[in-house]
C-alpha cells in the first residue's frame, strides 16, 4: 500500500487548477444605472445608499460600489457633488427630473 488514498480524485479530474475569477462586473454598471434612474427616487445618491440599497450584484461592498459609480461618472451619467463631510461621496443623476 504505497500509494495514498484520495477521496477527491475523481473530483478533480475534469477541473483545472486554476482558481475562479471574482464576480463578472462587466454588466453592473448598466445594471447600477438602470436602477438609479427608473428604481431610486432622488435626483442625487450617495455611497452608502448604493452599497445599501442597490441591486444585489453590488450591494454589500463598498469597493465594487464606488468603482462602479466612478464608471458612472467617466460615462457621464453621474455628477459629483461637493459635501459638507470629506469622507462622503455624493452624485447628481444626471437627467434625472424631480424629486
Not at 18 to 43: A, V
Not at 76 to 98: E, F, M, N, S
Amino acid at each position: 500500500m504505497s500509494e495514498s488514498f484520495d477521496p477527491f480524485a475523481r473530483h478533480r479530474q475534469g477541473k483545472s487548477e486554476k482558481p475562479r475569477s471574482g464576480p463578472r462586473r462587466n454588466s453592473s454598471p448598466p445594471i447600477l444605472l438602470d436602477w438609479l434612474r427608473n428604481r431610486w427616487p432622488g435626483t442625487t445618491v450617495c455611497a452608502r445608499d448604493i452599497y445599501r440599497r442597490a441591486p444585489c450584484p453590488i450591494r454589500g461592498d463598498r469597493k465594487i460600489a464606488l468603482d462602479l459609480a466612478e464608471e458612472l461618472v467617466a460615462q457621464g451619467a453621474l455628477a459629483p457633488i461637493k459635501t459638507h463631510r470629506y469622507d462622503r461621496k455624493t452624485w447628481q443623476i444626471v437627467g434625472k427630473k424631480g424629486e
